[in-house]
T-cell receptor, first 112, second 110 residues
Framework: DGGITQSPKYLFRKEGQNVTLSCEQN?????MYWYRQDPGQGLRLIYY???????QKGDIAEGYSVSREKKESFPLTVTSAQKNPTAFYLC???????????FGAGSRLTVL | QQPVQSPQAVILREGEDAVINCSSS?????VHWYRQKHGEAPVFLMI?????EQKGHDKISASFNEKKQQSSLYLTASQLSYSGTYFC???????????FGTGTRLTIIP
C-alpha cells in the first residue's frame, strides 16, 4: 500500500542534542512538507520541498533543517537552536497539480 | 497569516448539527478542510476553489464566501464518527503555501 512513513513515532532527547525525524513516501509525490503541531496552534509549516534538491522555509523554520536528496525522502533535523522543540511533527506529501495533502502518522518529540 | 477558526471547541449530541467557520485577513484562492482523529494523521475532506462554491459528501458540506474571505463547514445530523479536530487550510493569491487554522475540536456524545 502506498503511503507516508514517519519514524520514530516517539522520541525522547536531552536538551542540546540534534534530532533527525525520518519521512519516506512511496506515492511518487513531488512535493513534501513538514508541519509542527502544538495544542491550540494548529499545524504550522516548517519547511517544504517541491522538487529534489530544492526546499523552502515555511513560517517557523528557525532551528530546523531539511534535505531532499531523493524524491521519496524528506528528513527533518531539529537542531539545538530550536528553543522549544517538544511537539508533534507531521510530514505530508502532494502530487504536483493535485490539491490534496497526504499526511504521515506523525512523530512526537519530547525534549527533557 | 494563520486563518482564524471558530468555535475552538464544540460538544454535540448525536444527531445535532454543527457549523465551523474559517476566516482569513487576506483574499483567498482556495480553502481546504481536514479532519484529524485523536492520535491519527489529518485526513482530507474537501477543497473549495471558487468563491461561492459549495461542496459536500454524506452529511458534511462546506461553503466558500470569497467576498467575506471565509469558509464554513456544515455537519448535519452528526454521528459519533464525526468526532475529531477539524482544520481549515487556506491558500492566498500569489502564495502557494497552505496555511492551517488553529483547529476546532468536535466531540459527539451519544
Amino acid at each position: 500500500d502506498g503511503g507516508i512513513t514517519q519514524s520514530p513515532k516517539y522520541l525522547f532527547r536531552k536538551e542540546g542534542q540534534n534530532v533527525t525525524l525520518s519521512c519516506e513516501q512511496n506515492l511518487n509525490h513531488d512535493a513534501m512538507y513538514w508541519y509542527r503541531q502544538d495544542p491550540g496552534q494548529g499545524l504550522r509549516l516548517i519547511y517544504y520541498s517541491q522538487i529534489v534538491n530544492d526546499f523552502q522555509k515555511g513560517d517557523i523554520a528557525e532551528g530546523y533543517s531539511v534535505s531532499r536528496e531523493k524524491k521519496e525522502s524528506f528528513p527533518l533535523t531539529v537542531t539545538s537552536a530550536q528553543k522549544n522543540p517538544t511537539a508533534f511533527y507531521l510530514c505530508a506529501s502532494q502530487l504536483r497539480g493535485a490539491n490534496v495533502l497526504t499526511f504521515g502518522a506523525g512523530s512526537r518529540l519530547t525534549v527533557l | 497569516q494563520q486563518p482564524v477558526q471558530s468555535p475552538q471547541a464544540v460538544i454535540l449530541r448525536e444527531g445535532e448539527d454543527a457549523v465551523i467557520n474559517c476566516s482569513s485577513s487576506k483574499a483567498l484562492y482556495s480553502v481546504h478542510w481536514y479532519r484529524q482523529k485523536h492520535g491519527e494523521a489529518p485526513v482530507f475532506l474537501m477543497i473549495l476553489l471558487k468563491g461561492g462554491e459549495q461542496k459536500g459528501h454524506d452529511k458534511i458540506s462546506a461553503s466558500f464566501n470569497e467576498k467575506k474571505q471565509q469558509s464554513s463547514l456544515y455537519l448535519t445530523a452528526s454521528q459519533l464518527s464525526y468526532s475529531g479536530t477539524y482544520f481549515c487550510g487556506t491558500e492566498n493569491f500569489g502564495n502557494e503555501k497552505l496555511t492551517f487554522g488553529t483547529g476546532t475540536r468536535l466531540t459527539i456524545i451519544p
